[in-house]
């Protein structure tokens, strides 16, 4: 079974600039979560979909945002880009909500000049 | 201060070393606790899952929870090079699904 993929793996964008990262999740899991993770911060949730509906929001601005299609793919864009927003995106997915396995993709690199 | 706090390291030790790597957390609601290793440029993997207070051991790997000192730990025994990665500990209550993470840990095993 094919694993969790994100594309694209790494993106440089100056800022101001928009961003739209793609995830597609194991075939039959219908819970994906996203995930900033930066050197001095860790992991930080940033939404959970399920069932193409938001479950779930961390403390993130207004300026990210997602959303998830009815074959349970996601998308997380991030607006007016800030040098703060350079960071590792993580995608991870889940049959269910609360499933104690979340399954990670490699993420995406984003570099914000 | 962080919910969950866990020392960044590096911690660098030889091989076949036991390995101790620790969280704190000040939620005394958190019931759920975990384990993850990430390795360079991949996302990370559960390594082990404990529900509550007590021990849990998976082959080589032990995950200990003392929930009246707000305490975890992962023991690695007879650690191999293949060991080193990023570990992070995370963990939830009952009543919210959003998972809180530690900085993570990371760990070189020379061989």
């Known amino acids: 079974k094919a694993g969790v993929t994100q594309t694209p793996r790494y993106l440089i964008k100056t800022r101001g600039q928009q961003v739209t990262l793609s995830c597609s999740p194991i075939?039959?899991?219908?819970?994906v979560s996203w995930y900033q993770q930066t050197p001095g911060q860790g992991l930080q949730f940033l939404f959970e979909?399920?069932?193409?509906?938001?479950?779930n929001k961390g403390n993130f601005p207004g300026r990210f945002s997602g959303r998830q299609f009815s074959n349970s793919r996601s998308e997380m864009n991030v607006s007016t880009l800030e040098l703060g927003d350079s960071a590792l995106y993580l995608c991870?997915?889940?049959?269910?909500?609360?499933?104690?396995?979340?399954?990670f993709g490699p993420g995406t690199r984003l570099l914000v000049l | 201060q962080k919910e969950v706090e866990q020392d960044p390291g590096p911690l660098s030790v030889p091989e076949g070393a036991i390995v101790s790597l620790n969280c704190t957390y000040s939620n005394s609601a958190f019931q759920y606790f975990m384990w993850y290793r990430q390795y360079s440029r991949k996302g990370p993997e559960l390594l082990m899952y404990t529900y509550s207070s007590g021990n849990k051991e998976d082959g080589r790997f032990t995950a200990q929870v003392d929930k009246s000192s707000k305490y975890i730990s992962l023991f690695i025994r007879d650690s191999q090079p293949s060991d080193s990665a990023t570990y992070l500990c995370a963990m939830r209550g009952n009543s919210n699904y959003q998972l809180i993470w530690g900085a993570g840990t990371k760990l070189i095993i020379k061989p």
């Open positions: 979909y399920f069932s193409e509906t938001q479950r």
């Open positions: 991870a997915s889940s049959v269910g909500r609360w499933e104690e396995t979340q399954y």
């Open positions: 075939s039959g899991h219908r819970s």
